[in-house]
């Protein structure tokens, strides 16, 4: 009845091919809804763009954008940026289609949106990596906006990058446009609790799941792939409710300790370019072995 996306080509295991055979799964249980299963498994717009900028060399690089409206029928848009060399347009496009089904799960006005830039973002400096967030953001801008699509921070951006964004969508249109990202700092507008609250959500999502399971999170061994923001605060909060954090993996490493890992020193210095590795307080282990760690909680971030 409707052929198949002409500019992706997803696989079994790709995020785009993922996303589609969980629609599948579903489409059994939906009834006369089912009809809409083929409006899912396409985003309403993609859009792709070119972002140039002068190096502080003086050299012209340019990089990849995607912002992916997947649907936005119960509100705006809503969806991270990351900046990550790896971002595809099929990533950005599954993790748009999920944030759509995120946002319905929990009745949130807000339709389902992603973007990214394909970039290293450790390898420019400040100054470069303000020039690729604002014309990225001058790019995209065309399709955000506080009524149409809401940006928030995801992989490498943090609330410097939404300020960054604010700012170059407020210069194009004239006027502060606070409501256009999610993320911000606070004296920008930005909300008390925003910067913990996707870890606290890790972590309260785990605490009602190990209740349920019965298992006692004191002395309970916790493994963390990911240490940013999301990973370490879950961790963190974790480790207060008397959970030991036995494994950590960041893309320097994995650093383990059976008897628990010091956050209070580990996640200073898991900031650091240096990364997790760097800490002395665990033994530094092939990343394979992370898996070979007895834990009763992954958390993969
Ligand atoms: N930040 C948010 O508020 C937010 C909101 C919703 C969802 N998320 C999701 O949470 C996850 C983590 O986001 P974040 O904001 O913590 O990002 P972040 O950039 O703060 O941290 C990412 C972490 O992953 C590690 N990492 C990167 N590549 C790795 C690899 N190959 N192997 C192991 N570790 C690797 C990095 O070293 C870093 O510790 C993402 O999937 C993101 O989409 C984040």
Not at 97 to 125: F, Q
Not at 247 to 262: F, I, P, R, S, W
Not at 290 to 295: H, P, Q, R, S, Y
Request: include cysteine; aromatic fraction near 6%.
């Amino acid at each position: 009845m409707s052929e198949k996306l002409s500019f992706v080509q997803p696989t079994p295991n790709s995020p785009w091919g993922t996303y589609l055979q969980q629609v599948d799964r579903v489409v059994p249980y939906l009834g006369d809804l089912a009809k809409w299963a083929e409006t899912l498994k396409r985003p309403k717009r993609a859009l792709i763009v070119d972002v140039p900028i002068e190096m502080d060399d003086g050299r012209i690089a340019h990089y990849e954008g995607y912002r992916v409206q997947h649907n936005m029928s119960r509100g705006p848009g809503k969806g991270g940026v990351r900046f990550h060399p790896d971002v595809t347009l099929e990533e950005v496009m599954a993790l748009s289609a999920w944030m759509t089904v995120k946002t319905a799960a929990v009745n949130l006005p807000y339709g389902g949106a992603k973007g990214g830039i394909r970039v290293d973002p450790k390898k420019l400096s400040l100054k470069e990596l303000e020039k690729v967030t604002r014309r990225y953001t001058s790019e995209i801008g065309i399709i955000i906006g506080p009524h149409t699509d809401i940006p928030a921070p995801d992989v490498n951006t943090n609330g410097q990058i939404m300020a960054w964004m604010m700012d170059t969508y407020s210069m194009n249109v004239g006027g502060t446009a606070t409501g256009v990202v999610t993320g911000k700092p606070l004296h920008l507008g930005g909300s008390l609790g925003r910067v913990k609250a996707t870890g606290r959500g890790v972590f309260v999502t785990g605490r009602e799941a190990a209740r349920r399971l019965g298992l006692d999170l004191r002395g309970a061994r916790i493994a963390v792939q990911g240490f940013g923001n999301v990973g370490s605060v879950a961790a963190e909060l974790f480790a207060e409710a008397g959970a030991k954090i036995v494994a950590v993996q960041d893309h320097t490493g994995t650093v383990v300790n059976e008897n628990g890992l010091d956050l209070e020193k580990l996640i200073p210095i898991s900031r650091t370019v240096a990364g997790c590795v760097s800490f002395k307080g665990g033994e530094v282990v092939p990343n394979e072995q992370f898996w070979d760690v007895a834990c009763d909680i992954l958390i993969p971030a």
